[in-house]
Nanobody, 114 residues
Framework: QVQFVESGGDLVQPGGSLKLSCAASGSIFGIYTMGWYRQAPGNQRELVATIGGSRTTYLDSVKGRFTISRDNAKKWVYLQMNSLKHDDTAVYYC?????????WGQGTQVTVSS
């Protein structure tokens, strides 16, 4: 079954940048809308950005700062994060949109702290 593995999270200062990567297994990656989700301790998991064939969507709080992209041939999806804020601190996950419960990875921790 399809499985996602996230990487690239780190400890960064406010205003810094980070690029997250997601490697996807399976043979039908290219037909799905993909998304980046994030979850802070005690909070609900929220959808941060999505990418379909040609369109992208973003959570209002990250518009202009985050950019989602994908490489269907390599079955990778990326999230470029700029101008990071303290409120961006969370574990970031990638998955289909809507999500596949059985495909969640461990996520990658992004910590924004001064």
């Amino acid at each position: 079954q399809v499985q996602f593995v996230e990487s690239g999270g780190d400890l960064v200062q406010p205003g810094g940048s980070l690029k997250l990567s997601c490697a996807a297994s399976g043979s039908i990656f290219g037909i799905y809308t993909m998304g980046w989700y994030r979850q802070a301790p005690g909070n609900q998991r929220e959808l941060v950005a999505t990418i379909g064939g040609s369109r992208t969507t973003y959570l209002d709080s990250v518009k202009g700062r985050f950019t989602i992209s994908r490489d269907n041939a390599k079955k990778w999806v990326y999230l470029q994060m700029n101008s990071l804020k303290h409120d961006d601190t969370a574990v970031y996950y990638c998955n289909r949109v809507p999500y596949d419960y059985h495909s969640w990875g461990q996520g990658t921790q992004v910590t924004v702290s001064s």
